[in-house]
């Protein structure tokens, strides 16, 4: 139980920093693409605005790599934005190996608890013999509290997995999407367009 027990505390913990850190508004702001045109088209970007891109979200960050490196062409911008979002998209799925991992160990850690539970059940039945039912009964059901305890750990621990890795997916996309119409604005390829969807 004692393993299972840690699997249960890390689980937790895992999924409360991720539903914190995983948030939208956080990561992919929706406003900031158009504040990042502003800045642009007003000829108000520079080392401090960059810098101020950088440190407010991930997003920011490669729209950051992209300005700075919009001067070297098109596809280079591009290359660095690539380059920036693996990295950010590898930092949102922090912890999530580990939360899949108890996912897959804790049930397995509860049927170890049965079977060697149901061992010193049939050490018992040596030692007294079968005929005391209450002593059965006790060491079984203390067997199985373990594999009860592994599933009640491992399902929203598995949940929770699957939960945050389409949570990523998604944000990706919302990145990717954003990134592309900055490399398409400052590269004259379209012109920005505000929320109601008409041109500026």
């Given at each position: 139980m004692y393993p299972i027990l840690l699997c249960s505390i890390l689980a937790l913990a895992i999924i409360?920093?991720?539903?914190?850190?995983?948030?939208?508004?956080?990561?992919?702001?929706?406003?900031?693409?158009?504040?990042?045109?502003?800045?642009?088209?007003n000829?108000?970007?520079?080392?401090?605005?960059?810098k101020e891109l950088k440190d407010s979200s991930p997003l920011g960050r490669v729209l950051a790599t992209g300005l700075i490196n919009a001067k070297h062409g098109r596809d280079i911008m591009k290359e660095a934005i690539v380059d920036t979002a693996t990295h950010e998209i590898h930092e949102l799925g922090r912890f999530l190996n580990l939360l899949g991992s108890i996912a897959a160990v804790a049930?397995?850690?509860g049927l170890l608890g049965t079977v060697?539970?149901?061992?010193?059940?049939?050490?018992?039945?040596?030692?007294?013999?079968?005929?005391?039912?209450a002593i059965l009964a006790g060491g079984i059901s203390e067997a199985l509290y373990t594999t009860a305890a592994g599933l009640v750990v491992?399902?929203?621990a598995l949940f929770f997995h699957?939960?945050?890795?389409?949570?990523?997916?998604?944000?990706a996309v919302?990145?990717?999407?954003?990134?592309?119409?900055?490399?398409?604005v400052i590269h004259g390829d379209r012109e920005e367009e505000n929320s109601e969807g008409a041109k500026r």
């Open positions: 409360a920093e991720r539903l914190w850190a995983l948030r939208v508004n956080k990561i992919s702001p929706r406003n900031l693409i158009a504040q990042v045109w502003g800045w642009v088209k000829s108000q970007m520079d080392g401090r605005k960059v049930p397995l850690l060697i539970g149901m061992i010193k059940v049939f050490n018992a039945i040596v030692l007294e013999g079968a005929g005391n039912a491992a399902i929203p699957r939960f945050f890795t389409r949570r990523i997916d998604e944000i919302l990145m990717e999407q954003d990134a592309i119409k900055l490399v398409d």
